[in-house]
Antibody, heavy 124, light 107 residues
């Protein structure tokens, strides 16, 4: 059974650095074709992809946020960590982690499992 | 980055109505288009992948079509549990992007 769960502070102050952890089970990030992304959603607004880390440690970042983001993985702990520097009230959002995996049968990466999300509020 | 534009942003419909949502990409994404359903306070749920493939466990009243830049999600017979917000997402590039969402409300 695949599960993902986000954890981190519910409240941070402006200019602080946010550290979020995605702890997952039911799969390994060392498996070829496995990837984990972070996505956020401000209250009442649309989804925004932030960053991704792949099984081979390739990393990809949102063009608009890349100077503030760092993504890393700890395969032994089944965790992916996202840090976001210089937080601002506009960064208030629910932050999700999700896995996408290459299914040979479909010849496609499926974004098939998401965490429940964690709400982060940034105070000024 | 590829921009994804959904329309309409919201719609009102009745149970058993046929509903169509469109999504347009700012450049060709072949068939690398996914559709998600999001209920209030919940994580998105994958409905359709690769433009027209139904994710396991998703009712057959959901269908997708399109390729290149223009895509459509259709709900053939709207059910009470389908009132939600729907998002398209391109996974053609290494930096996926989402549409702005379509909220399907009860008329």
């Amino acid at each position: 059974q695949v599960t993902l769960k986000e954890s981190g502070p519910a409240l941070v102050k402006s200019t602080q650095t946010l550290t979020l952890t995605c702890t997952f089970s039911g799969f390994s990030l060392s498996t070829t074709g496995m990837r984990v992304s972070w996505i956020r959603q401000p209250p009442g607004k649309a989804l925004e992809w932030l960053a991704r880390i792949d099984w081979d440690d390739d990393k990809f970042y949102s063009t608009s946020l890349k100077t503030r983001l760092t993504i890393s993985k700890d395969t032994s702990k089944n965790q992916v960590v996202l840090t976001m520097a210089n937080m601002d009230p506009v960064d208030t959002a629910t932050y999700y982690c999700a896995r996408d995996y290459y299914y040979e049968s479909s010849a496609y990466y499926l974004w098939d499992y998401w965490g429940q999300g964690t709400l982060v509020t940034v105070s000024s | 980055d590829i921009q994804m534009t959904q329309s309409p942003s919201s719609l009102s419909a009745s149970v058993r109505d046929r509903v169509t949502i469109t999504c347009r990409a700012s450049q060709s994404i072949s068939r690398h288009l996914n559709w998600y359903q999001q209920q209030p306070g919940k994580a998105p749920k994958l409905l359709i992948y690769a433009a027209s493939s139904l994710q396991s466990g998703v009712p057959s009243r959901f269908s997708g079509s399109g390729s290149g830049t223009d895509f459509t999600l259709t709900i053939s017979t709207l059910q009470p549990e389908d009132f939600a917000t729907y998002y398209c997402q391109q996974s053609y590039t290494s930096r996926p992007t989402f549409g702005g969402g379509t909220k399907v409300e009860i008329k």
